[in-house]
C-alpha cells in the first residue's frame, strides 16, 4: 500500500504566495523523482515541476522563476512553493512519486499520484 497526500491549497490573492507539501508513505524501499503538475478547469493536466532524488529539477514553462520545488529524502517529502501567483495558476494540483523496490525496479509504470490540492488565485 502507498499513499501520496498532498496538502497547502487554498485561497490567495494575485500577487501572493502559497506552499505545498506531498508526503510519500507505504511499502517500497525509496522515492526516486517527485514532481508536481496541474489541471485548470476545462485544460488538461500540465507538468509544474519536476525533481530527481539528486535535486535536479525541471519547471514548466508558464513558472519562469516564481515556484521552487525542492524535497526531503529523510522523509519523502516534496514541496512546492508559488510566489506571484496569477489567476490563470488555479488549478487542482497533484503530486507524483516514483518508487522502486529493493531491487531498483520501477513499482508502477507512471508513479503514484496524490488526490489533488485545489489552488484558487482570485481577489
Known amino acids: 500500500q502507498v499513499q501520496v497526500v498532498e496538502s497547502g491549497g487554498g485561497l490567495v490573492q494575485p500577487g501572493g504566495s502559497l506552499s505545498l507539501s506531498c508526503v510519500v508513505s507505504?511499502?517500497?524501499?525509496?522515492?526516486?523523482?517527485m514532481g508536481w503538475y496541474r489541471q485548470g478547469p476545462g485544460k488538461q493536466r500540465e507538468r509544474v515541476a519536476t525533481?530527481?532524488?539528486?535535486?535536479?529539477?525541471n519547471y514548466g514553462d508558464f513558472v519562469k522563476g516564481r515556484f521552487t520545488i525542492s524535497r526531503d529524502n529523510t522523509k519523502n517529502t516534496v514541496y512546492l512553493q508559488m510566489n506571484s501567483l496569477k489567476p490563470e495558476d488555479t488549478a487542482v494540483y497533484y503530486c507524483?512519486?516514483?518508487?522502486?523496490?529493493?531491487?531498483?525496479?520501477?513499482?508502477?509504470?507512471?508513479?503514484?499520484w496524490g488526490q489533488g490540492t485545489q489552488v484558487t488565485v482570485s481577489s
Open positions: 507524483n512519486a516514483d518508487l522502486v523496490d529493493s531491487s531498483g525496479a520501477t513499482i508502477r509504470s507512471g508513479g503514484y
Open positions: 525533481i530527481s532524488r539528486g535535486s535536479s529539477t
Open positions: 507505504g511499502t517500497f524501499f525509496r522515492v526516486y523523482g
